[in-house]
């Protein structure tokens, strides 16, 4: 495999069940979820599992989310406890991925947890996704499906244009709808927040009571969480009022801009078109200025994400 460029699948049963046989094979398939297009591989597979750190040119001790069909499958895989249930019930299917213990007999690739001994796992709630993992009946391992380190894909062709040929498949099922990745609660100790996303922490915190951890700032414990991610191939400039000389402005509001996350202000809007929009802009090859995005609610992803599209290489 991989000798060509991807194939492109329909969001038709038939093209869910070529999806689940190339899964079984050992191929990688991309596929759409709510928040980005993922690149799937059957998670008990150590050979898939490592194409897909190939692909991305991923290092290894950054682990990978398992993806699942529901929550009672999750208990196969962890040590699943009061706080996950109240999580899970109250925000899966959707964009909420859980780190747990472990279970001995676990049967998934050491390559999927990076030798951790959590896991983190999701049920996403887009149809397509839902229908391959339905089709496939097992657990899949995807990380976004986009070289390490560049902007996340929220299109098929976003994928096709970053991996090429080093995807077997891509499930093609439109545009992705949240836009930025899940939120990553750890549970393997009190609730912390590892990765702001697709569910506002203040939504989280409401289900549990309780204010949630916060790593920002310290020891990167999502290992996954480099400072410099998502990044466009020009500079990225923060806070701006205006462009200055030479730069493309990405505006939120109503505001003069050359691109507008939301022109009403709206930051679930924002968060489904950053991705697009970074794609498009640094096409352009010029530095991207970015007008400021509130703080609050999906705000704190999206602020993330550009805090790392902005931060210094290397
Ligand atoms: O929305 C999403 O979560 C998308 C879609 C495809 O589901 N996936 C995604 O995967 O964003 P990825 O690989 O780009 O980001 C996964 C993050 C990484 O920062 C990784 O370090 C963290 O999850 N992670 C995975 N397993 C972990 C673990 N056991 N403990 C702490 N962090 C973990
Ligand atoms: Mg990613």
């Not at 609730?191 to 203040?202: I, M, T």
């Not at 923060?238 to 202000?265: H, I, R, W």
């Not at 010029?286 to 609610?297: F, L, R």
């Amino acid at each position: 495999m991989n000798t060509s460029k991807p194939r492109y699948l329909a969001p038709t049963s038939d093209g869910f069940e070529q999806a689940a046989d190339l899964l079984r094979a050992g191929a990688l398939v991309a596929f759409p979820t709510e928040t980005v297009y993922g690149l799937g591989a059957d998670a008990r597979n150590g050979r898939a599992v490592a194409a897909i750190f190939a692909a991305k040119g991923r290092p290894s001790f950054n682990p990978l989310i398992v993806h699942l069909r529901d929550a009672a499958t999750a208990r196969q895989f962890c040590q699943w406890s009061d706080t996950a249930n109240a999580l899970a019930s109250a925000f899966w299917p959707g964009p909420l991925s859980l780190v747990l213990p472990l279970k001995d007999d676990h049967g998934l690739s050491a390559l999927v947890t990076a030798g951790l001994p959590t896991v983190a796992l999701r049920v996403p709630a887009h149809p397509a996704a839902r229908a391959v993992l339905d089709a496939f009946k097992g657990p899949v391992a995807a990380p976004s499906a986009n070289p390490s380190g560049k902007i996340s894909p929220t299109t098929a062709r976003h994928v096709a244009t970053g991996l090429g040929a080093k995807v077997d498949a891509i499930v093609d099922d439109g545009p992705c709808p949240v836009g930025v990745e899940s939120t990553i609660v750890g549970l393997d100790g009190p609730p912390r927040l590892l990765r702001p996303g697709g569910v506002p922490a203040e939504d989280i915190e409401r289900v549990l009571s309780c204010k949630l951890l916060s790593v920002t700032g310290g020891a990167i414990t999502a290992p996954g969480q480099l400072v410099s991610h998502y990044a466009p191939h020009g500079r990225v400039r923060l806070n701006a009022q205006k462009a200055a000389e030479g730069e493309v402005f990405l505006g939120f509001g109503d505001m003069a801009c050359d691109l507008n996350l939301s022109p009403t202000g709206d930051l679930a809007e924002a968060s489904s078109t950053l991705f697009e929009y970074l794609h498009q802009l640094d096409a352009t090859g010029k530095s991207i200025a970015v007008a400021p995005i509130p703080a609050h609610g999906l705000g704190a992803a999206i602020n993330d994400r550009l805090q790392r599209a902005a931060a210094p290489r290397g």
